[in-house]
């Protein structure tokens, strides 16, 4: 840490000096001598961000901005509105960063810079990313790639492709996301950029890490490792550990996670990286939560909250508060859980963090579900929802799909129990809607069978015999003799209402034979019952 205190004093004399120079600025000597010390200054910029300096990289940048107005060098200008976009990025100021890059593209567009055009649009796409707006985001990289294209610059488009890729893996499209890093390493190594190589080694290793393919994830990281080892990258090399560690993590490996976010740490500690200490204390929270440490876990989520808000970085709290929040609800301490995901949802709000938004709601609705809260387990599941489809986040749709089919089911019983049938058939109905496209034919019979329980309470007849008939099926087809047995009892009700009184007494025996060998006593005695009326009726016609 000292040694970057020393490296920004350097770099703050070298701010003051270039300020000296602008302000006597005269011949053309003087203006060479500042052109090169602003190269410098873009050296401070770095290092602010890196130690999470956000208001002297501001303030850097801003004295650029106004040493190249004097000069009238706009190109100059348009590069210092990207690096202002770079701190907010960075900074987790989305909509400042989109700001500042519309600012920058706008002016290489005047000035016909097609490549740094190129370059814009590719941070644009990155913010859009982070977003979580997908469409946009490609729709940036794009258009950064054709311009690349356009130019012949192999690198760009090699970059580009891996950004596409990244997106793609959001997305969950995998083989859309191969097939981007497979365009991006081979250009790299057509190129001999090892670094590029490296990175796209690292990229395809949290591929096959967000797909569970955790054999696959540590060969990648590896060949990524060999190379930043060979070029002495330190800082990529953190990063390799920390995904490594990522690994180890969800395979239950605590020891190995532990090593390896460890030595991340150091690193990014002697470089005075607090963002990826913030990032790494995180992850140590994960491993000893996961252990059930929680007081450990809980110091290092406080040491990341502490140094995310001493940046400043609203996403960086906002995630650590889903991760708390996650802490909670494994601890099975609702109440603080709930609390701490509020205060995520909020800064995810203020931010239009969509995926954090998405993921936050559906954690909530995990909360309530556990609960029995089914009225708000229904609310935020239909949130979560609402936010990944917005996002055109499949996979996660699909993981919500049946927790929410789960959740409505439940409130609706609920409802109904409580005499709302219209309302408990209404979340039926939706519950339904998502089961028919799932694969779980067990819970279609079961929200099929309540649908036609609900419209048996409502005197509809007719399409309470439907649904109970719809449901019976299915069981039959599942071998469920619980499911087979329900559905039987309430044809047989159905039956005496309609004075259809020998099916009736076929459908309820079979239904109490049913239960007998599953030996469910309070049924038998309510079929003994029903089977009792029967007969009593049977008994009065004939007399």
Known sequence: METVQQQLEEKNNLVRRADELVKQAEDPQQVKQIRQLLGRR??????????????????????????????????????????????YDRKGEWDRAVEMYQRSLET???????????????????????????????????????????????????QTWGNLGSVYADKGEWDRVLEMYRRSLETFERLGDIRGQAQTWGNLGNVYLRKGELDRAPEMYRRSLEI???????????????????????????????EMYQRSLEIKERFGDLRGQARTWANLGSVY?????????????????????????????????????????????W?????????????FERLGDALGLAQTWGNLGSVYLRRGKWDGAVESYRQSLEAFTAIGLTREINKIHPVLADAAYHLGRQYIHQGRWYDGLQLLEESLTIRRKGDDLNALADVI??????????????????????????????????????????????????????????????AEKLYTELGETQRINELKDVLGLAAHIQERQAA
């Open 228 to 258: 930043f080892e060979q070029l002495g990258d330190a800082m990529s090399l953190a990063q390799t550990w920390g995904n490594l560690g990522s690994v180890y993590l969800q395979r239950g490996e605590w020891g190995r996670a532990l």
């Open 42 to 87: 873009h050296e401070a910029i770095e290092l602010y961000i890196r130690a999470g300096e956000w208001d002297q990289a501001i303030e850097v940048c801003q004295g650029n901005l106004k040493t190249f107005e004097k000069l009238g060098d706009t190109h100059g200008q348009a590069q210092t509105w990207g690096n202002l976009g770079v701190v």
């Open 335 to 347: 109440d603080r859980a709930i609390e701490v995901y509020q205060r995520s949802l909020k800064i």
């Open 108 to 158: 290489f567009e005047r000035l016909g810079d097609a490549h740094g055009q190129a370059q814009t649009c590719g941070n644009l796409g990155s913010v859009y990313a982070d977003k979580g707006e997908w469409d946009r985001a490609l729709k940036m990289y794009q258009r950064s790639l054709e311009t690349f294209e356009r130019l012949g610059d192999a690198h760009g488009q090699a």
């Open 449 to 510: 069978r309540q649908i036609g329980v609900t419209r048996h309470l409502m005197g509809d007849i007719e399409q309470a015999r439907i649904r109970y008939r719809d449901a019976l099926r299915l069981y039959e087809r599942t071998g469920n003799r619980h499911g087979i047995a329900a559905c039987k009892a309430g044809l047989g009700r159905l039956a005496i209402q309609t004075g259809m009184l020998d099916r009736a007494t076929h459908e309820l025996e079979q």
């Open 289 to 333: 939560s996961r252990k059930g440490e929680w007081d450990r876990a809980l110091e290092m989520y406080q040491r990341s909250l502490e140094a995310f808000e001493h940046l400043g970085d609203a996403h960086g709290l906002a995630q650590m508060w889903l991760n708390l929040g996650n802490m909670f609800l494994q601890k099975g301490e």
